[in-house]
């Protein structure tokens, strides 16, 4: 293990000097000359980088050309973090970095300026630079790897802090862990943009690690906001398998094989519940604002208002908003409402207790700017007319009913089509609502009525689900009569009219599943498009044959969802509670391919093995996985690369211009260097040419 790590050390150094070794020389772009893409390279650093028993003030780093400095504050971090973020300044060919902490004795600290420095003529960054000294007689030394993921869209996560806590100085707290939220790291490592982290200059002890998502860039973890990874044991640097290391050519900064794996993840349950705020938006209308989703409410009362006449509407994405809709006349409405609500919040220890507080809220009706103009306008049309001895006929106002409904084109018949009000419904006479099958064309078009029904959305109480017998490429009427519809503001419908049919098959592919399933666990399959937005899914699947119909033609991939407590949502991890979330993975089948292509009229046939989908997360494995992702990732760039080739070899054909054909020339000349490029990246053997 000694040899490994003194490997795995000497190769983090020549990561280090790389910048050193990257040119020789400026290389300056003369007129009609080539464009410089070359980073910056350093000449000197005074104190030398790895120093020890470390008591200066400025660093100094000097560079082959004039450097400037970008996005200080976003790339640069410390470890351990410093109270007081050091200064970079430049100064002739160089930076100076001025550390105004008091710094700890026997410490390791590192100066990580992530790509802050770049050449002042172009802006080429220099990737990973990292400046390490000691306030003792040593420097940590031993490094480890790993890799931070999306636990849901199964993809990796750019940027994520990973927070390394010795484990001997933490308390043992076996059933609540709030070690992120009220500690600071003992180091700090942060992955590159393919996800991959390489934390250098630990100790050979045992660490607690964490991985936060800094969604802000404040170098902090919000709960409920960034997203947040945690590991079920604690790692020694020492004792992890070696792992190989390298430096990615094409995205120019250092990559390795992941030994570390975490799958990252929002934690809303950590927000302590409690009522923020009550709001009366309209003189029917209160919302109730809750800090966290799915508050639990014992008992409401206002008063003035019967209980049953208060329609409750849980309509928000987030599940943290309710709102009290007033079923009464507006001259019954009191201006100001009192109430108690009794619900469970979190007191200042977090402990989940009932509690009952007043509600009050006051209404008075306030005229909008284009209410006022609208008013003024009429006024002066009235005027007008009384004075030329004319009769004074308002104009129409709109309905301000609304309704929509995707009752329109082509619809799913497996899903149907759905309404949507703005506010909730009072009076729906469902009987005289009509829905038509309509066979024959034009003139010869007949209507036949087919029995229906509506389902309310329980999150929603102004969305409807409208259901039927429905046929496959058929033509539907859909008809709302005048008045049949009333909200709880006193508001009808007009009639409403539309015209749509049901998808042909035979526009579409299938996708037939054959899944063999674990006992006992069941599953979740979302049948996504190539940017893995989820379009269909099946719910409580076990072992056995599935068909996905009405999957549009194009490119689409399926993530699966390991339904642990089975129920048919993914469900997220609990910090506080050390609990991970449920496994979520894109299917990969045995060619390496995650992506598949589908055409009209075209059955597809996959076959999923659970074990295999869901194989426990070994290094090994994670390194088969991410190779076959990025075997998947470079094909479709060949393909797109091939694509342009062809494209500009059009043009040319197109084109007899010398200077056009000399383009597409260099176009060829670029696109074999690319092409060799990646002839590296699948080639066997040689771990500098690997790239996640």
């Not at 696109?671 to 060799?676: L, R, T």
């Amino acid at each position: 293990m000694k040899n490994s790590t003194l490997i795995l050390k000497t190769a983090v150094t020549l990561l280090f000097l790389g910048a050193f070794l990257t040119r020789c020389a400026n290389i300056m772009s003369p007129d009609g000359g080539p464009k410089d893409t070359l980073p910056p390279v350093i000449t000197a650093i005074t104190p030398g980088n790895f120093a020890t028993n470390f008591k200066e003030k400025k660093i100094y780093i000097e560079f082959n050309e004039y450097v400037q400095i970008k996005d200080q504050n976003k790339e640069m971090f410390t470890s351990p973090a410093m109270k007081k973020m050091p200064l970079i300044s430049t100064r002739g060919k160089g930076i100076v970095i001025t550390i105004r902490d008091t710094l700890k004795e026997n410490q390791t600290y590192a100066i990580d300026l992530g790509s802050a420095i770049r050449d002042n003529n172009e802006g080429n960054p220099l990737n990973a630079m990292r400046y390490v000294f000691s306030t003792g007689d040593t420097v940590d030394s031993l490094i480890c790897s790993g890799y931070t993921a999306d636990s849901y869209k199964a993809d990796s996560v750019s940027r994520t802090f990973l927070w390394f806590y010795i484990l001997d100085s933490l308390p043992d707290t076996p059933d609540y862990d709030s070690t992120i939220f009220n500690r600071k790291p003992d180091a700090i490592a942060r992955a590159q943009n393919n996800g991959i982290f390489i934390a250098q200059n630990l100790k050979p002890v045992k660490y607690r690690i964490y991985a936060i998502g800094d969604k802000n860039d404040n170098q902090l973890y919000e709960p409920g906001t960034d997203l947040v990874g945690i590991l079920d044991s604690a790692y020694n640097p020492a004792e992890l398998p070696p792992f190989a290391i390298w430096f990615d050519s094409l995205r120019h900064y250092p990559s390795a094989d992941p030994q570390l794996y975490f799958r990252m993840f929002t934690d809303k349950t950590f927000k302590a519940q409690r009522l923020v705020e009550a709001i009366r938006g309209d003189q029917k209308k209160i919302t109730l604002y809750f800090n966290t989703a799915l508050p639990d409410i014992d008992s409401l009362r206002l008063d003035s208002i019967p209980s049953d006449k208060i329609i409750y509407d849980p309509r928000t994405k987030g599940k943290d908003t309710l709102n009290l809709w007033i079923n009464l006349p507006a001259e019954e409405i009191p201006d100001t409402i009192k109430g108690e609500i009794t619900y469970y919040k979190h007191d200042s220890i977090r402990q989940y207790v009932k509690t009952t507080e007043p509600i009050k809220v006051a209404w008075k009706r306030v005229e909008s700017k284009e209410e006022q103009k609208e008013r003024e306008k009429e006024e002066r049309e009235r005027k007008k007319a009384e004075e030329e001895g004319r009769e004074y006929i308002p104009p129409k106002k709109a309905n301000p009913f609304k309704f929509k409904s995707s009752a329109t084109g082509e619809i799913n018949p497996e899903k149907g089509f759905e309404i949507t009000v703005d506010f909730p419904l009072v009076t729906f006479d469902s009987t005289a609502v009509k829905l038509y099958k309509v066979t024959g064309e034009g003139t010869n078009a007949t209507e036949a009525e087919i029995e229906k029904h509506f389902v309310r959305d329980t999150l929603n109480i102004g969305h409807y689900f409208v259901r039927a017998a429905w046929e496959n490429a058929t033509k539907y009427r859909f008809y709302v009569p005048k008045g049949s519809l009333t909200d709880v503001m006193g508001y009808q419908c007009d009639s409403i009219s539309s015209s749509f049919a049901t998808y042909d098959p035979e526009k579409f592919a299938k996708i037939v599943l054959t899944v063999k399933g674990e006992e006992g666990k069941q599953y979740i399959i979302q049948q996504t498009d190539s940017s893995n937005k989820t379009q269909q899914e099946l719910k409580g699947v076990v072992s056995g044959k599935y068909t996905i119909n009405f999957v549009a033609p194009g490119e689409i991939r399926i993530r699966i969802i390991e339904d642990t407590n089975g129920n048919g949502q993914w469900d997220a991890g609990d910090v506080v509670n050390r609990l991970q979330p449920e496994r979520s993975e894109m299917f990969i089948n045995d060619k390496g391919e995650d992506l598949f292509a589908t055409k009209a009229n075209w059955d597809i046939e996959i076959d999923i093995d659970m074990s295999s989908v869901f194989k426990p997360m070994t290094m090994e494995n994670l390194i088969q996985v991410l190779e076959e992702k990025e075997a998947s990732r470079i094909k479709k760039l060949s393909e797109e690369w091939e694509k342009k080739r062809l494209e500009n070899l059009n043009k040319v054909d197109q084109n007899s211009s010398g200077g056009m054909m000399g383009g597409a020339g260099g176009m060829m000349g670029g696109m074999g260097g690319m092409m060799g490029g990646l002839g590296g990246l699948t080639g066997s053997g040689n771990s500098s040419g690997r790239m996640f």
